[in-house]
């Protein structure tokens, strides 16, 4: 269960996932919009936001939307009814013929959670770049967030990301949805402990109000300095404000591009630690560094318009 990432998990890209807009599949209209948006990556929803009698509707637009309209250089991912639900069987086997990048699960409380669907996907024979997410959205979620990381390194897990889900953590522990989150702090970083011992990401919560700018701001600010990779939104306006904070400013691609040169430099190469301007730095800043420079300039291919495909990148 503890083997290295390295022995378990292909090595993959870093990936732009500052701002990941969820989209109620049963919304074609906004399904429409999403080619003009600037979001790094899509959650097509076929849970909460779409009511039991549309189900099969939304998938039916899925279908339609994926058959036209690849979206090059965004993340997609279909989020599922739980697979114990009377549409979970369905919204699998539309995953499967789809192939998004990643297919995210709702409520996850155990590792065996994530296994089930490895499971499913590899019988099915979904290739491997189909990747899953985890809603870590409960207080077991949250208590086993490290035995579900650990989990997700194992030989053959396809587990990518975690993405908080906040409402139904209050919910269920009747925590006020108060400004600054205080006494979800804990939690949050739990979450984000569990993340980075295992080599994975984890995405914000949502933040419901989107008229409010200002604590929205604060919010994505606030998520950036915990270790969050990006934030999960529900409007095209919280779009630009997510990619801003949770993007690499010029002063630390700066810094990263400083550490890559250094460690390049002729009699650098077998070094672990090297000084640049009297501080010394190690080689596991190389690779954060590396990560760093890999993003930004993805963020420039796409400002440029010459983004690749998430699939694709080198």
């Known amino acids: 269960m503890s083997q290295s990432a390295s022995q378990n998990s292909p090595s993959r890209p870093a990936r732009l996932r500052r701002s990941v807009l969820s989209v109620p599949a049963i919304n074609r209209r906004a399904l429409d919009k999403l080619s003009s948006l600037d979001c790094d990556a899509v959650i097509f929803d076929l849970e909460d936001s779409v009511s039991p009698d549309m189900k099969a509707e939304a998938r039916e637009n899925l279908r339609a939307f994926f058959s036209a309209s690849p979206l090059p250089g965004k993340e997609r991912i279909i989020r599922i009814n739980a697979l114990s639900s009377n549409f979970g069987a369905e919204d699998m086997a539309l995953v499967a013929e789809l192939e998004p990048d990643a297919v995210l699960l709702p409520k996850v409380d155990e590792p065996q959670d994530v296994m089930a669907v490895g ?39 396809r587990l990518d990301c975690f993405v908080v889900g906040l409402n139904d953590l209050r919910k269920e522990t009747g925590v006020l949805p108060q400004s600054g989150r205080a006494y979800l702090v804990p939690w949050l970083m739990q979450v984000v402990l569990a993340v980075s011992a295992y080599g994975l990401e984890a995405i914000d919560s949502v933040f ?22 990006g934030k999960m939104l529900i409007h095209p306006n919280q779009i630009e404000p997510a990619n801003r904070h949770f993007g690499p400013d010029a002063a630390a691609i700066a810094e990263a591009e400083a550490i890559i040169a250094a ?24 690779v954060q560094a590396e990560r760093l420079v890999h993003k930004a300039r993805q963020i420039e291919q796409r400002s440029s318009g010459a983004a690749a495909s998430p699939r694709t990148e080198a």
């Open 208 to 229: 419901n109000d989107f008229r409010d700018a200002d604590s929205f701001e604060a919010e994505c600010e606030q998520g950036r300095a915990m270790g969050f990779a």
């Open 263 to 286: 460690f390049t430099e002729p009699g650098s190469a077998t070094l672990n630690v090297v000084n640049i301007d009297g501080r010394m730095v190690e080689r596991l800043h190389l």
């Open 119 to 157: 499971d499913w996907l590899a019988e099915a024979d979904a290739p491997e770049s189909l990747r899953i997410w985890a809603m870590i959205e409960t207080p077991r979620g949250v208590l086993n967030a490290a035995a579900i990381a650990e989990a997700g390194r194992t030989a053959g897990s």
